[in-house]
């Protein structure tokens, strides 16, 4: 039975988020306190999504120790994105992640999911991209659709971060709309432990980490699981 995403809208502090490429990075992000653990192909940029052999084991691994996530790539369309929702959800995760193009997230057209995702029962979050200058006008379409969340990552990894794309208010605006529509909300892309407080104060379901949770900040490389305690103690909770 996958762990279920276990936390809601009115939590006092995010969650935090770490993408892993297998079971052994996967058991040591569970170990070291992620709350949601997300089988990624960083070698394969912002969505890069694993074999889904992998991402059953990174599954049995966690064991539920910790929610499961799982990228499930970027939707070229309406059909193309449920057929991705549902090979990935069938992996036995908590929750998938799928990109969804500015025109894709606008298409008045999503609606039409919400049969198919609701049937899955695997919460679906869909990611923006920070380049593509998300609007919060777009949140209600995810809601009518069925996703159960809303994230922010930056495509582009090796160079702009996410506070050099969008300001902490227009952060703030996206995570409050979400949450005035029932959707959890996700901040990542190349985030640091420096990130923390800020953007925790922001209010968001959950921060997202890969690169500045990894030895040398390289997210080609390996875990640092002393990054993930470090980023685990720091995510103290936001001030009333
Ligand atoms: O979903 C979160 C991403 O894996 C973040 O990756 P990054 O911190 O290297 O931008």
């Known amino acids: 039975m996958p762990h279920a995403i276990g936390f ?9 988020l770490v993408s892993v490429r297998d079971t052994r990075e996967a058991v040591e992000a569970a170990g070291a306190g992620a709350d949601l653990v997300d089988a990624k192909d960083p070698d394969e940029g ?7 052999d992998t991402v059953r084991a990174i599954t049995l691994a966690v064991g539920g120790r910790a929610c499961v996530s799982a990228v499930a790539g970027e939707a070229a369309g309406l059909g193309d994105l449920v057929t991705r929702i549902r090979v990935t959800a069938a992996c036995g995760v908590g929750m998938v992640k ?22 899955l029962g695997t919460p679906t979050v869909a990611v923006l991209f920070a380049e593509d200058g998300p609007r919060t006008e ?28 969008l300001t902490l208010s227009a952060l703030t605006d996206f995570v409050m709309a979400c949450r005035r529509l029932g959707l959890l909300s996700g901040l990542a892309g190349s985030l640091t432990l420096d990130d923390i407080p800020r953007l925790s104060g922001c209010g968001p ?9 990894s030895v040398g900040s390289d997210r080609r ?19 009333a």
Do not use: C
């Open 8 to 16: 809601s809208l009115d939590q006092p502090a995010p969650r935090l």
């Open 46 to 52: 912002a969505l890069g999504s694993l074999a889904p």
């Open 98 to 119: 799928v990109a969804l193009s500015p025109a894709l997230a606008a298409d008045p057209d999503l609606e039409r999911l919400a049969g198919a995702l609701g049937a």
């Open 138 to 165: 777009w949140l209600p379409n995810l809601a009518l659709a069925g996703f159960a969340g809303a994230m922010i990552d930056t495509r582009g990894k090796a160079g702009l971060r996410l506070t050099d794309h």
């Open 205 to 213: 379901s959950y921060l997202g980490f890969r690169g500045g949770l």
């Open 221 to 239: 490389g390996r875990l640092d699981p002393a990054r993930v305690s470090e980023a685990r103690r720091r995510l103290a909770p936001v001030a």
